[in-house]
């Protein structure tokens, strides 16, 4: 196993509690699923159960650290330019439906530049991670982005919107969770990954996986950490990706 900083440390430790809590209830979503009120304000708890925990954990280790969340919105504390971006349930409707793909999302960004990246698919036991300049780690072993060159054999994730854009110029998937899809770039299951209007605790870890890994990630530096148009894949295809969806 490769050495890990103390944040990854804490952030692991954080995932990992509050994977307990979406196993148990991804466990009651059969029962939901027939219920007359449905799972929605379930997994809305879920949700907010998760970010409490993950929020709780980090901020032991790191008292003056800020937070970007998916639920809460923006934590402001004392360090402002330390800030935390996480979101609880990436893929909530697959967990609303009782489909088992979906992961928690965390990363650390200091003075605007992401330092630690983080995704745990609990029900797979997957871990992927990334720190800046230390490469990208699955379960403990280093990956690279795919060495595809040929567009014909390579495999493309999007949200519904890109997936009807680019078929059939590319083989696309639309899986319903973005911080999977970005990872499974970093880590050469998936070739590239484009969506507009995107948020940061969506993609934030999985920008600096697929970095690490040796992929190309669009600039989202223009872009406020809302609405962000992301493009990323193998550096192979990277101008070949965006040749294709030029007016997406």
């Not at 439906?97 to 003075?111: E, K, V």
């Not at 720190?131 to 060159?149: D, L």
């Not at 040929?150 to 696309?172: H, I, Q, R, W």
Request: charged letters at 25%; glycine letters at 6%.
């Amino acid at each position: 196993m490769n050495s890990i900083s103390p944040n990854l440390n804490i952030m692991i430790k954080a995932c990992e509690k509050a994977s307990k809590v979406i196993i148990r209830d991804f466990g009651e979503i059969e029962n939901l699923q027939v219920s007359k009120k449905g799972p929605r304000d379930f997994v809305t708890k879920t949700d907010k159960k998760v970010e409490k925990i993950l929020i709780e954990e980090l901020s032991k280790a790191k008292k003056n650290y800020s937070f970007i969340t998916e639920e809460s919105g923006i934590i402001k504390n004392t360090n402002e330019e330390a800030c935390w971006i996480i979101d609880p349930i990436d893929g909530t409707i697959n967990f609303m439906h009782g489909i088992p793909h979906f992961a928690i999302s965390i990363a650390l960004r200091i003075n605007d530049e992401l330092k630690s990246g983080l995704i745990f698919d609990p029900i797979k036991n997957e871990i992927f991670y990334a720190e800046k300049n230390s490469g990208a780690y699955f379960n403990n072993h280093r990956v690279r982005v795919s060495s595809k060159i040929d567009l014909e054999e390579c495999l493309f994730s999007s949200n519904s919107y890109g997936v009807k854009f680019a078929t059939p110029n590319l083989n696309m998937r639309n899986t319903g969770c973005a911080a999977l899809d970005l990872a499974y770039v970093g880590s050469g299951r998936l070739d590239g990954f484009f969506h507009n209007k995107i948020n940061i605790w969506d993609i934030a870890a999985g920008i600096l996986i697929i970095d690490e890994a040796g992929g190309k990630v669009s600039d989202i530096s223009a872009f406020k950490d809302e609405a962000i148009d992301l493009r990323a894949s193998n550096s192979n295809i990277y101008k070949k990706m965006l040749e294709k969806i030029k007016n997406f």
